[in-house]
C-alpha cells in the first residue's frame, strides 16, 4: 500500500511541500552557457505568451501606485530577493480560492509582466474572503509581506486589498511534454492553458486529496514493465491537477459526476488554471471545469479466449472473514466486498480460480465465498481446493474449480520451501469424462513493499525490495515443475514482478511462455497501478504441449483503471457511488485463459 501524504501544516491553510527546483538566476545562467533550452521561448511563441499580449485589461487603475512589481518580487533567482519586505503590487485575480475549504488565498497576475523569461508575473496572496472577497478578472492592489513557503513565493500576510477595476488575462499556451531541462517554474502562479487530449494516468488521490495525473500520449507505464519506457519524458509529459483545496476526503469529489467518475485512459480535451507549486510537484489549480469523455469504456465482460477450459487468476485484495484484520473493518463492508468479488467471478465465468490474499483461516474463508457465489451460479457450481500446505502468512493462495467441468486429478500438492512465504497450491486437473491433465501452480510472490527486514533496494534494477527473493522464489517453482513432473503446467498468480523484471525472465528463460505477451496487445497489457503508472503485476505462463493448445488470454480491466472510490470501503467513500458489481472489486485486475483441451464431457 502506497504511504499517505503528509498533512499541510496547519498554521497555513495553503500549506506546500519542500521542492528541488532550477529556475531564476540559475537557469538564465545556464541558458546563457546553452546547457538549458529557454523555457520562454517555448513558451512565448505559442498562443497566450507573455510575448504576444498576456494580458489584457480594462477598467480604472488603482487609486496609489504600486512599489514593487510582481516580477521584482519573484525575482530571477530560487527564492525572491524582497523575502521579509512588506510590498504594493498589482494585477488581475487569474483564480480565487479563498474559501477557507480551499487554498485561503487568491492568484493574481501582473497587468503588464515584464520582458525577462526567467521570472513569473504571477502571485499567490494568503488572503481569505472574509478579509477582501475577490473575484477572476478584478483588478487588485495587494499589501503583503513576501515569504517564501517551502519555495512558494507568495505574500503572507496580506495586509490590504483593494479592488480597482477589472482586467482579462489570456492563459499561456503550453505544450507538453517539455522541453528536455526546463521546469515549470518560469510559470509559477500563471495562468496556462494546455491543449489536449490529456489522458488520465493517475487517480489514486482523487477521493483523499482530489487529485489526478493526466500526461500527453497516452497513459504513463511502469519503466521495468516493457521496453521503450522513458521515464524523463514521462515526468516531463504529465502534470499533476489538483482541487483547489487543502482539504482531505472532500465531501465533493471532483470529476466524480461527469458524468461518471472518469478510468484511467479517459481523456480531457485541454485544461485550463494556474500553476502552482505543493508537496513536491507543480501542479495545476484548474479555474475552469474539467470534463473527461470516456475513451476508455468498461466492458460489461472480459474479451472472449475461446477453448474448452477457460482458468483464472484474481487477487482479492485481502478476502477476510475475520473483520477489522486486513479487509473488512465490519458487517456491511464484508457484505459491499463479498457482492463485487463474486460479481467478478461470475463475469469471469472460469471452470478454475486461482486467487490470492485469501484469510489464511483454513476453508472458512475460502468457502465463504464459494457458497456466496454458488447462492448466485447454481448449488455446487464451484467447489474449493483443500490447499495441503498453506503456510504460515495471514494469507495464503487458493483454487475453486467447477466439478461439472474439470475433475481434479490427485490430491492438492505444495511445497515446505521456506523460499515462499505463501506456499504455491499445485493442482493437476482433466476435462470432466477425460482427456489429458494440465497442472495448474497458483503463486503469490514476495511483495514489493519495503519493511524493516528488507535489504536495500537494488536501486540499479529498480525493481522494488526483495527481488532476490522473488528470483529464488520463481527458481523454486520451476524446481517443483521438474521435480514433481508436473504435466503442463500453467503458472498463474501475483508474482509481484512487471513484466521485463528478473523474476519474469527467469521463469520465461525456463521455457514457460507468457500468455498476456503473447496475447494481449501491450497498451492494454497491465493489471495494477502504482505511482501513477500501469504495469502488469499478474501474469499467466504456460509450458510443455499446454503452450500450444492455449487459445486465448485476455486482463479483464475492472480494477486498476477504476477509482478507489468505488470499491467496498465506506469510511471516506461516498455512499452514493458504490455498485454490488464487479468494478473496483480489488486493486489487481483479474486475468482469463482459455485452453483448448482435448477429452469428454463437460
Known amino acids: 500500500m502506497r504511504a499517505l501524504r503528509r498533512v499541510s501544516p496547519a498554521d497555513h491553510p495553503g500549506g506546500r511541500g519542500l521542492r528541488r527546483r532550477i529556475g531564476g538566476r540559475a537557469a538564465a545562467v545556464l541558458v546563457a552557457a546553452g546547457l538549458l533550452p529557454a523555457v520562454a521561448t517555448a513558451v512565448s511563441t505559442?498562443?497566450?505568451s507573455a510575448e504576444t499580449g498576456t494580458v489584457?485589461?480594462?477598467?480604472?487603475?488603482?487609486?496609489?501606485?504600486?512599489?514593487?512589481?510582481?516580477?521584482?518580487?519573484?525575482?530571477?533567482?530560487?527564492?525572491?530577493?524582497?523575502?521579509?519586505?512588506?510590498?504594493?503590487?498589482?494585477?488581475?485575480?487569474?483564480?480565487?480560492?479563498?474559501?477557507?475549504?480551499?487554498?485561503g488565498g487568491f492568484y493574481f497576475q501582473d497587468p503588464a509582466p515584464d520582458a525577462d523569461p526567467a521570472t513569473s508575473d504571477g502571485l499567490f496572496a494568503l488572503a481569505r474572503e472574509s478579509a477582501t472577497d475577490v473575484r477572476a478578472g478584478d483588478r487588485v492592489l495587494v499589501t503583503g509581506r513576501v515569504a517564501e513557503f517551502d519555495g512558494l513565493t507568495e505574500l503572507s500576510p496580506v495586509t490590504a486589498v483593494e479592488v480597482c477595476g477589472t482586467g482579462t488575462v489570456r492563459p499561456a499556451r503550453v505544450v507538453l511534454p517539455r522541453a528536455a531541462g526546463t521546469t515549470f517554474e518560469p510559470l509559477e502562479n500563471m495562468l496556462v492553458t494546455f491543449p489536449g487530449p490529456l489522458t488520465l494516468t493517475d487517480h489514486y488521490d482523487l477521493g483523499r486529496y482530489g487529485e489526478v495525473t493526466i500526461a500527453a500520449g497516452g497513459r504513463l507505464f511502469q519503466p521495468t514493465d516493457r521496453?521503450?519506457?522513458d521515464p524523463a519524458l514521462d515526468a516531463r509529459r504529465s502534470l499533476l491537477v489538483d482541487d483547489g483545496s487543502t482539504v482531505r476526503n472532500p465531501a465533493t469529489i471532483p470529476y466524480a459526476g461527469s458524468p461518471a467518475v472518469p478510468r484511467l485512459g479517459d481523456t480531457a480535451p485541454g485544461i485550463t488554471g494556474v500553476l502552482s507549486y505543493g508537496?513536491?510537484?507543480y501542479r495545476l489549480e484548474p479555474t475552469q471545469e474539467i470534463r473527461f469523455a470516456r475513451t476508455n469504456p468498461r466492458l460489461s465482460a472480459p474479451l472472449p479466449v475461446g477453448g474448452t477450459v477457460r482458468v483464472a487468476s484474481l487477487n482479492t485484495l485481502n478476502w477476510f472473514t475475520t473483520l477489522g484484520s486486513r479487509g473488512a473493518a465490519t458487517a456491511l463492508e464484508q457484505r459491499r466486498q463479498l457482492a463485487k468479488i463474486v460479481a467478478t467471478l461470475q463475469g469471469l465465468d472460469a471452470d478454475v480460480v486461482g486467487l490470492m490474499e485469501v484469510e489464511n483461516n483454513g476453508l472458512t474463508a475460502l468457502q465463504a465465498l464459494v457458497d456466496a457465489l454458488n447462492a448466485k451460479a447454481g448449488a455446487g457450481t464451484y467447489e474449493a481446493l483443500v490447499h495441503p500446505h498453506p503456510g504460515g502468512?495471514?494469507?495464503?493462495?487458493?483454487a475453486i474449480y467447477k466439478p461439472a467441468r474439470v475433475t481434479p486429478v490427485g490430491a492438492a500438492r505444495s511445497s515446505t520451501d521456506p523460499v515462499f512465504r505463501r506456499p504455491p497450491l499445485i493442482q493437476e486437473f482433466r476435462r470432466a469424462g477425460g482427456g489429458p491433465p494440465f497442472t495448474l501452480v497458483v503463486n503469490h510472490f514476495k511483495s514489493k513493499g519495503c519493511d524493516a527486514d528488507a535489504p536495500?533496494?537494488?536501486?540499479?534494477?529498480?525493481?522494488?525490495?526483495?527481488?532476490?527473493?522473488?528470483?529464488?522464489?520463481?527458481?523454486?517453482v520451476l524446481g517443483l515443475i521438474e521435480s514433481m513432473d508436473l504435466p503442463d503446467p500453467l503458472v498463474i498468480g501475483d508474482l509481484n514482478a512487471y513484466g521485463e523484471e528478473d523474476p519474469i525472465h527467469t521463469l520465461e528463460q525456463s521455457g514457460l511462455v507468457s500468455l498476456t505477451k503473447r496475447f494481449v496487445p501491450e497498451p492494454s497489457r497491465y493489471s495494477f497501478l502504482f505511482g501513477g503508472r500501469s504495469g502488469e503485476l499478474d501474469h499467466a505462463l504456460a509450458g510443455g504441449e499446454l503452450a500450444s493448445r492455449v487459445t486465448g488470454a485476455t486482463i479483464w480491466h475492472v480494477n486498476s483503471d477504476e477509482s478507489r472510490i468505488l470499491d467496498y470501503t465506506t469510511e471516506f467513500n461516498p455512499p452514493g457511488l458504490y455498485r454490488p458489481d464487479a468494478f473496483r472489486s480489488s486493486d489487481h485486475d483479474p486475468l482469463l485463459v482459455g485452453l483448448n483441451l482435448p477429452g469428454g464431457g463437460g
Open 227 to 229: 521496453e521503450g519506457v
Open 279 to 281: 508537496f513536491d510537484a
Open 393 to 398: 502468512d495471514a494469507i495464503h493462495v487458493a
Open 456 to 476: 536495500a533496494p537494488d536501486q540499479e534494477h529498480g525493481q522494488g525490495c526483495y527481488n532476490d527473493e522473488r528470483v529464488r522464489q520463481a527458481r523454486a
Open 46 to 48: 505559442l498562443p497566450g
Open 56 to 103: 489584457v485589461t480594462a477598467g480604472d487603475s488603482c487609486t496609489v501606485p504600486p512599489d514593487r512589481r510582481i516580477a521584482e518580487v519573484q525575482g530571477s533567482g530560487t527564492a525572491s530577493p524582497l523575502v521579509g519586505q512588506t510590498v504594493r503590487v498589482e494585477g488581475v485575480v487569474t483564480g480565487d480560492f479563498q474559501r477557507p475549504d480551499q487554498l
